[in-house]
């Protein structure tokens, strides 16, 4: 499917990278810590899922894109590759998605796919908690009102990751365009971000963290106060720049598939 396809209004608006907001000294010691510690406790798993994934599909092992990151700069994002190699589409997986491979299914299912991005944190492209990075295709859609979400430096997890699904806001069956995923889940999952962006102290950054730990192990976690966006509009912090504006953008990978 082609990504422009599929959505009324106006035409897509590159975004203009800045600087951005990074995160505090705290959190990015935080950052490089439990990177560090996360990719040598890791290591052993992380090779074997490397093997798994090379030997059980066509395609390499590791799948890599370019991703917005603070300030809608962008970067090159890792991942275990988890749909078959040269397939096209949204860059949107749904969870039934015919291109994902079996054992692709497995991995999303635990988050494990993610654990590569371990070194963009180290490098300083994510954090551990924030919003997740989004592809330059899809970022252009983005409307006015939501494109302060690029501001951040995006994240490995964050509450729109453990409160949200992409999906969860669509009918049993329904399919996903670029007019669904922009209009409906694009406002739905920056609504449960902004609760955290707001105010992303290291409290709520740990407590984000805790909050992963219980969705890996199937525990429940209760809903952030304020974050639907049928109760109005969601909070969002103050903008002490001036909003990304459209005069150029970076070019996507040409296989979204990951």
């Not at 490098?123 to 919003?131: K, Q």
């Not at 969002?236 to 150029?248: C, H, M």
Request: proline share 13%; glycine share 10%; net charge positive.
């Amino acid at each position: 499917m082609n990504p422009t396809n599929g959505i009324a209004g106006p035409p897509p608006r590159p975004i203009v990278p800045w600087d951005g907001r990074p995160p505090s000294r705290g959190r990015r010691v935080l950052d490089a810590a439990g990177a560090v510690t996360a990719l040598v406790l890791l290591a052993v798993p992380m090779v074997v899922i490397y093997l798994l994934v090379r030997t059980t599909s066509h395609g390499p092992g590791l799948f890599r894109q370019v991703r917005l990151g603070q300030g809608g700069r962008p970067f090159r994002f890792y991942k275990f590759r988890t749909m078959r190699a040269g397939v096209g589409g949204l860059t949107v997986t749904a969870n039934g998605d015919p291109r994902l491979t079996k054992v692709g299914k497995v991995l999303r299912k635990l988050s494990l796919d993610e654990l590569p991005q371990l070194w963009n944190i180290l490098r300083g492209d994510m954090t551990i908690v924030g919003p997740r990075p989004e592809t330059p295709d899809l970022a252009v859609h983005y409307p006015a009102d939501l494109r302060w979400v690029f501001d951040f430096r995006p994240g490995l997890t964050g509450p729109s990751e453990v409160r949200f699904r992409d999906f969860d806001v669509l009918g049993p069956g329904e399919e996903v365009d670029l007019r669904v995923y922009i209009q409906r889940i694009v406002p739905a999952r920056v609504a449960v971000d902004a609760v955290y962006l707001c105010r992303p102290s290291m409290g709520a950054t740990l407590m984000a963290i805790l909050d992963t730990v219980r969705h890996l192990l199937g525990l429940k976690v209760a809903p952030l106060p304020g974050a639907e966006p049928e109760s109005g509009t969601p909070p969002r912090p103050p903008a002490p720049n001036p909003p990304i504006e459209a005069t150029g953008t970076p070019a996507a990978e040409s296989n979204p598939a990951g």
